[in-house]
């Protein structure tokens, strides 16, 4: 039986929460958990996306994303959806991997975006009804 593409993107964004998850603490990877919480956010809107039916733009842009399922999915910090939109923005080289406005994200910034992604991943599992052992399977 084939699986349903939404969950097919919840899988993919349990990883990215998983990959932040082991990466949390360390100073050194917390531009990794700011990158990691930028993907496992738009993966987890565009899952809603096709859950809802909505064809999904070719975007990276969680902002955009997030005016999307707004509706479904509540209101959500559009301040932290902005900072969190601006890492990914720019980061496809080394040079600016994951760096804020102000330099490297923190232990606490990363902290903070990892609460965020999971909390909107989690809000995502519910309204599509997937479990965390249906993304397992």
């Known amino acids: 039986m084939a699986q349903r593409l939404e969950v097919e993107w919840l899988k993919s964004a349990y990883s990215d929460i998983l990959m932040m998850e082991r990466a949390l603490d360390s100073d050194f990877l917390t531009h990794m958990v700011a990158f990691h919480s930028q993907q496992a956010i738009e993966k987890s809107f565009k899952a809603l996306i096709i859950y809802k039916n909505d064809s999904i733009e070719k975007t990276h842009d969680i902002f955009r994303l997030y005016l999307m399922v707004q509706n479904d999915i509540g209101d959500l910090d559009e301040t932290l959806i902005e900072r969190i939109n601006e890492i990914y923005i720019e980061a496809r080289y080394p040079?600016?991997?994951?760096?804020?406005?102000?330099?490297?994200?923190?232990?606490?910034?990363?902290?903070?975006?990892?609460?965020?992604?999971?909390?909107?991943?989690d809000k995502v599992c519910k309204i599509i009804d997937v479990s965390y052992d249906d993304l397992l399977k």
């Open 95 to 121: 040079g600016s991997l994951g760096l804020l406005p102000y330099g490297k994200p923190t232990i606490d910034d990363s902290k903070e975006f990892y609460k965020f992604a999971k909390d909107i991943f």
